[in-house]
C-alpha cells in the first residue's frame, strides 16, 4: 500500500510532468495573430549607393597632410600640409575603382568607395551607406586642397579636420 505522503509526491510529480508536457505543445504551436493585419511588414531596403560628385581618380596621389580643429586654422594647417611633401601621404587607386587610404586609427590602408548622399554630401568609406560611422566626410575639395572629417564623434575629436595639400610631381 502507498502511504498518503508518497501518494501526494507522486502525485504532485504527475502533475508537473503533465504541465510540463502541455506548456512543451503550446510553444510548438502557432497560434493565429491578433493583428488586424495578416501579412508582416516588409523591412526597408537599403538606399541604391550614390555616386559621389568627386572621382576617385582625383584624389589618387601625393598628399601633404595636416590637422586643425579652430576653423581660424585652416590657412596656417594648408600651408603646414603643404610643408609635410617631403614625406606624402599616399592615396593610391583601389583594384575595384575606390582609393587606398587609412580608417580612423587602422595601421594598414584598405580599398575605400567615394559615396554620394541625397543631401549632396561626399563621403570616403568602407562599402555600406554613406555617412556610416567609419566613414570620414568631405567637407570641400578644389582639385588641390582636399578637406574631410571623420563621421565617428570620437575619431573626429582626435583627428579633427584633416586637410590633404596636393603635391607638386616629382621633378
Not at 491578433?34 to 516588409?42: D, G, I, M, R, V
Not at 596621389?61 to 610643408?83: I, K, M, V, Y
Request: charged share 20%.
Amino acid at each position: 500500500m502507498i502511504s498518503s505522503r508518497n501518494a501526494r509526491t507522486v502525485a504532485n510529480l504527475a502533475i508537473a510532468s503533465a504541465l510540463a508536457i502541455l506548456l512543451g505543445a503550446c510553444g510548438s504551436m502557432s497560434l493565429p495573430s491578433l493583428s488586424s493585419s495578416s501579412a508582416p511588414e516588409p523591412e526597408p531596403g537599403v538606399a541604391p549607393e550614390m555616386p559621389a560628385t568627386i572621382r576617385a581618380d582625383e584624389i589618387v596621389g601625393r598628399w601633404g597632410l595636416a590637422s586643425f580643429q579652430n576653423p581660424n586654422d585652416r590657412a596656417r594647417t594648408e600651408a603646414a600640409a603643404r610643408g609635410q611633401c617631403k614625406q606624402p601621404y599616399v592615396i593610391g587607386a583601389g583594384a575595384s575603382g575606390g582609393v587606398v587610404m587609412h580608417l580612423a586609427d587602422q595601421a594598414t590602408p584598405q580599398e575605400l568607395r567615394l559615396k554620394g548622399s541625397p543631401s549632396g554630401k561626399n563621403y570616403i568609406g568602407p562599402p555600406g551607406p554613406a555617412g556610416g560611422e567609419q566613414d570620414r566626410e568631405i567637407v570641400s575639395f578644389d582639385g588641390r586642397v582636399l578637406v574631410t572629417r571623420f563621421i565617428e564623434k570620437d575619431a573626429a575629436v582626435r583627428y579633427g579636420n584633416m586637410v590633404y595639400v596636393r603635391c607638386a610631381p616629382r621633378a
